[in-house]
């Protein structure tokens, strides 16, 4: 019974959650299942995780024509006094695909559109969003990203998507900021938080705390494995990890890839996995290993992860180079 404590735990969250969770555990959102919502661009329907939150999650793989691209979630608020919706996709058809999910919930308009980083899937639906009057917001560091990288992202889009990429366009945020930006929106306190540096450039956690819900961005992962880019900074990550997302002690996690959550979760996948990683990494190191066979350091009880192939070997080869110069 070594696992009652957790089942405990499980069993206290909401019924919604812990259905979802359910439904996760049967039919995840996985490389190898195929668009769950073929009459839509979005590769699921949005499920309402908590009443007025709302979600719709993307596949775990690389995007692809079959997803069109839909590979993160994409996330609203129905606050009552407007709807403010989380990524704008990366495409022109999935930000048209979700707009036409909100308003098939509610008859509230889109007042707030907040990109969670810099990369194409956050931000390349921002022009339908701009042509619609709504405005975009995006952390500084973000946005510039996104200014230095967004006409990559869009050919790259239009590569796989063809057709499905017509009317995207790089439209940078409408307004930036460094810390947060705070509103309070209908029955909704909404806090837009830059914790630190995790993932990318202007990774952003949307926090409700009288819900105690976060919907975290790329700071947490779980169900596919993270990956680590150049620019990542490993160590920054958990101390970020550590010294805020960790403190926010939310019940409730939409992560950036996967289904709705909790802490324990994205803490085993995201921050014990980087954890793990410079440890066996380290090790390997310590033994005199060359950079040409850490790629192979043991990473078998994550395998379980989808991207794991893809990305298990390339992880342990930038952690490598950070170790290096530590």
């Known amino acids: 019974m070594k696992n009652l404590p957790h089942l405990i735990t499980f069993f206290k969250f909401a019924g919604v959650i812990t259905a979802l969770v359910n439904l996760a555990s049967s039919i995840t959102a996985s490389e190898d299942i195929a668009d769950q919502y073929p009459q839509s661009a979005l590769y699921q329907k949005p499920v309402e995780v908590i009443p007025g939150v709302y979600s719709a999650i993307g596949a775990t793989a690389p995007p692809t024509y079959e997803n069109t691209g839909h590979n993160n979630n994409l996330s609203f608020i129905v606050t009552g006094d407007g709807v403010v919706v989380i990524n704008a996709g990366a495409a022109d058809i999935l930000a048209k695909a979700m707009h036409e999910e909100i308003k098939a919930v509610t008859n509230e308009p889109v007042v707030l559109v907040i990109n969670e980083n810099g990369q194409g899937h956050a931000n390349l639906g921002n022009g339908y969003w701009v ?38 366009r790089v439209e940078p945020p409408s307004e930036t900021f460094e810390e947060s930006f705070n509103l309070n929106v209908g029955r909704f306190k909404i806090e837009v ?31 596919r494995m993270l990956p680590i880019f150049p620019e990542t900074i490993v ?51 310590d033994e005199g290993g060359e950079l040409k066979d850490a790629y192979y350091v043991d990473q078998s009880q994550y395998e379980i992860l989808d991207t794991f192939e893809q990305l298990a070997a390339r992880n342990a080869g930038q952690v490598f180079e950070q170790l290096e110069f530590e």
């Open 235 to 285: 160590a920054d990550w958990l101390e970020t990890w550590d010294n805020e997302f960790e403190a926010l002690n939310a019940t409730y996690v939409i992560p950036g890839h996967g289904h709705p959550t909790n802490m324990a979760q994205v803490r085993r996948y995201t921050r014990d996995y980087l954890m793990h990683l410079r440890k066996v990494v380290g090790d390997f190191m």
């Open 131 to 168: 042509d619609q009057g709504v405005k975009v917001i995006a952390h500084v560091d973000a946005a510039n990203e996104f200014e230095d990288l967004g006409f990559d992202e869009l050919k790259r889009m239009k590569g796989y998507n063809r057709e499905k990429a017509e009317n995207s």
């Open 193 to 223: 938080l830059y914790l630190g540096p995790a993932h990318s450039a202007g990774d952003i956690s949307v926090w409700l705390p009288n819900e105690s819900l976060v919907i975290a961005g790329d700071i947490a992962f779980h169900e």
